[in-house]
């Protein structure tokens, strides 16, 4: 018996424990009893035997007895102590951009029925700065880039009496037939949003959802309309002859694409827009939120300020008629607040103060234990058995049992084990772990169908699928011996001559290399 004393800082209370390490090696004493496997005429003449040894292993220990005195104890200690910003708090300086595309229009109409506006697509872009002194609302400024963008279906028909041939001096009244008339005209914008803004979020939630409404003053740094499909027909009504002539002189269809009055400027007011935007928020980083949502923006004031006038058209030959301005500036049309409604994404970059770096003091507390150990040596025992040799004839009684049900038959044309096969090649592993140091020979056959190269292939995949499935159990492929007969070897148990019996595997367990057949 010895005695051990150990100090250790453990944070626990006294407790006293037993434990049982080895402390010598073990030591394994054998006693071996010899005994014959079968009691018949034929094995007591063989001279092998197998011999079961019996095993009686000697452990010795050590049993520990413990005790344990503890006492409290302290370290004044410093470390390294990161602060960081609390990101839940959304107050504060905003850095937000969006881009975003939309349909819409310059907002207007005529008053006749036989002309229309269609609106387009207007892109948008957005950059901003926002406030949030609360938070859920702050303020925002900035500055966006877009467009307004119609398209003009001019239709109906237009007279102007009383006209003077030039070439006849006849009166005549003239009529104009509009057939295809289009019209694109867009303004390209800059406008300064003020804007009051919202956004929730929840505590611990990535998504919320953000809103903010404002009025933007807009102004136009380039306005413009151009004709890209003009085509009228033009006759003439003669009171005096009661004729209406066309297609000759300067009457018939006309294209206007190319006249100069086809392109030109258009004239518009600046504008206060009124817009809203709505959608969600998804947190990226602890500073940057993606928004994806949608906006409406619309013109709070009337900004066509073009010169009215009458419809009418003007080249080298019809010099009487009124100067053409462009479809905006006909005196049918109504008034005009350009809108916008589609969707943007964007991003929104919150400035957050750095993490703060501070040495903290601390007292790290921890139980002082003295520990007695006392060690007691005892000893242990553990008996066991097991088969140490194999025997010729041990190995001749497993042969036996695996040739009674050694045949594994097959399907015609196919070396697949079935269900069946897999059953009996089961019980067989089991008969062979017994013999370790026997081979196992699988010989393949194929019947007289087929030609002869081609059943010996057949033949050799049979065997080789036997050997795959047997090792695939835990038979040493070592062991494992593979032949293909073909067609050459007959079922001895085949007396009828029945094809599917020669469609076969045989599985035989041999000592020798040399008892192969």
């Not at 350009?338 to 943007?344: A, I, N």
Request: proline residues 3%; glycine residues 6%.
């Amino acid at each position: 018996m010895a005695l051990l004393v150990s100090a250790g800082m453990y944070a626990q209370s006294d407790t006293t424990r037993i434990m049982r390490p080895a402390a010598l090696p073990e030591r394994t004493e054998v006693n071996e009893q010899t005994f014959a496997t079968e009691d018949t005429p034929e094995l007591q003449k063989t001279p092998d035997s197998l011999v079961r040894v019996e095993v009686t292993t000697i452990h010795y220990f050590t049993d520990t007895l413990t005790s344990i005195i503890s006492t409290p104890d302290s370290v004044a200690k410093q470390r390294e102590e990161i602060i960081r910003t609390d990101s839940a708090d959304r107050r504060g300086h905003y850095l937000q951009a969006y881009v975003g595309l939309s349909y819409g229009s310059l907002g207007y109409g005529f008053t006749d029925d036989k002309s229309h506006v269609n609106g387009f697509v207007s892109p948008l872009v957005q950059i901003q700065y926002a406030y949030f002194f609360h938070q859920n609302f702050g303020v925002g400024v900035g500055a966006w880039f877009t467009n307004n963008t119609s398209v003009a279906h001019l239709g109906g028909t237009y007279t102007w009496e009383d006209q003077i041939d030039t070439d006849t001096e006849q009166h005549y009244n003239h009529n104009s037939q509009v057939t295809a008339w289009d019209e694109r005209q867009t303004t390209l914008n800059i406008g300064i949003p003020v804007s009051l803004q919202f956004q929730y979020r929840k505590e611990g939630k990535k998504a919320g959802v953000f809103a903010a409404v404002g009025i933007a003053p807009s102004f136009a740094v380039m306005n413009q309309y151009r004709v890209t499909k003009g085509q009228v027909t033009h006759s003439g009504y003669y009171p005096a002859w009661d004729l209406t002539l066309d297609n000759i002189h300067e009457f018939g269809p006309k294209d206007y694409t190319q006249e100069e009055s086809a392109k030109g400027k258009i004239s518009v007011n600046p504008q206060a827009t009124i817009f809203a935007d709505l959608g969600a928020i998804i947190a990226l980083t602890r500073q940057i939120d993606l928004f994806v949502g949608g906006y409406f923006q619309c013109g709070a004031n009337d900004v066509n300020t073009s010169e009215k006038h009458p419809l009418g058209w003007k080249d080298n030959t019809f010099t009487f008629m009124e100067e053409y301005t462009g479809a905006y500036a006909l005196n049918t049309t109504k008034a005009s607040h350009p809108y916008e409604v589609g969707l943007k994404v964007g991003i929104h970059w919150r400035h957050i103060k750095p993490d703060k770096h501070e040495t903290v003091d601390y007292f790290d507390y921890f139980t002082r234990r003295d520990t007695t150990v006392s060690l007691l040596a005892r000893r242990d025992t553990n008996n066991t058995e097991r088969i140490d040799t194999l025997t010729r004839a041990h190995i001749a009684k497993a042969a036996e049992e695996v040739e009674k049900f050694n045949k594994i038959y097959f399907e015609y044309d196919s070396y697949k084990l079935s269900e069946a096969s897999q059953k009996y090649l089961s019980s067989i592993v089991g008969v062979l772990n017994k013999v370790p140091d026997a081979k196992i020979a699988i010989d393949g056959h194929a019947s007289e169908e087929g030609q002869r190269l081609h059943n010996e292939r057949l033949a050799y995949n049979r065997a080789k699928a036997v050997a795959k499935f047997l090792i695939g159990q835990g038979i040493d492929k070592k062991r494992v011996i593979v032949i293909g007969h073909g067609s050459l070897i007959p079922n001895e148990e085949n007396v009828n001559h029945e094809l599917p019996l020669d469609r076969r595997a045989e599985v035989k367990v041999v000592q020798k290399q040399s008892e192969i057949q």
